[in-house]
């Protein structure tokens, strides 16, 4: 909730702000038109060069948020394989070390799924800017610690010997895995970034507007659909990048995990 109102108001300020621009360079081409005698040679040339860099600056910016949205997706499928190797590679322990094996695993397997499930915090001042619930957070690293002891504390039985070393790779593959999607969460572009686009499209807003003055009639057609197409563009490059808490969601791909964790009987 947190995360949509703060989108909706950066939003609709880009856009009131854009539509005010758009008039005041309007009324500032309308008088340089006076002073100049209608010749705005010279001008096209840097409103050109402008909107171009606005141009290229979205561009970028999609194409990294569209890489990091589907990096997010990869992830979900990676961690549950990953959590599907493991338990079965623990079913190499024999009974009942195995059983009580697979069955921390799927514990901890069900907290992470939980923990995605689980309505969580946006901030705009926090480093993390996404923040989860701590207590699911701490109840994962302790379930996370259980099953890794108890796999080590097996390893030194002679019968286990064999099984221990897949085993433990295929937990430190899911362990790591866990810990990139946490990582991946928190990628996002500089703020710099963000602000530049803020900037450039209220610029171009004025540039617009300045040579809308060389146009006779006032089209507000034209403001508001030049304002609400920059807008919008903001509001979906920023939704894309926090995909568990806006429209873009990555949540289709969580079926991945919930049915690796069905498989484990």
């Known amino acids: ?19 005010i621009l758009l008039i005041l360079g309007r ?7 006076k002073r100049q005698k209608g010749n705005m040679a010279g001008l096209a040339t840097i409103e050109s060069a402008v909107f171009a860099l606005i141009g290229l600056l979205l561009a970028f910016t999609i194409s ?15 961690e549950a394989n990953a959590l599907g190797t493991a338990y079965d590679r ?18 901890y397997t069900l907290a992470r799924i939980e ?13 993390r800017e996404e923040i989860w619930p701590r207590a699911q957070l701490d109840t994962i690293a302790a379930l996370k610690a259980g099953v890794w002891n108890a796999a080590v504390a097996a390893c030194p039985d002679a019968n286990f010997r064999p099984a221990c070393g897949p085993a433990l790779i295929a937990l430190n593959s899911a362990f790591e895995v866990a810990r990139l999607r946490l990582a991946a969460a928190e990628k996002h572009p500089p703020p710099i970034v963000y602000i530049m686009l803020f900037g450039l499209g ?23 659909a030049f ?4 807008a919008f563009t ?24 919930a049915d690796a964790y069905d498989q484990m009987r």
């Open 27 to 33: 009324r500032m081409g309308l008088r340089y038109l």
């Open 64 to 78: 990294g948020a569209l890489a990091r949205f589907d990096e997010r997706r990869q992830l979900v499928v990676q």
């Open 115 to 127: 923990l995605y499930r689980m309505p969580h915090d946006f901030s705009p001042w926090d480093a």
């Open 234 to 257: 903001l509001y979906v490059v920023t939704d894309m990048e926090f995909p568990r808490l806006g429209l873009v969601r990555v949540d289709t791909f969580d079926h991945f995990l």
């Open 1 to 19: 909730m947190i995360f949509a109102l703060f989108a909706a108001a950066v939003t609709a300020a880009f856009f009131v702000g854009a539509l």
């Open 202 to 224: 209220l610029g171009g807003s004025l540039l617009a507007g300045f040579g809308m003055g060389a146009a006779a009639a006032r089209s507000w057609v034209h403001k508001v």
């Open 90 to 107: 623990l079913g190499l322990f024999d009974d009942p070390v195995g059983r009580d094996l697979r069955s921390k695993l799927k514990g």
């Open 227 to 230: 304002a609400g197409a920059l």
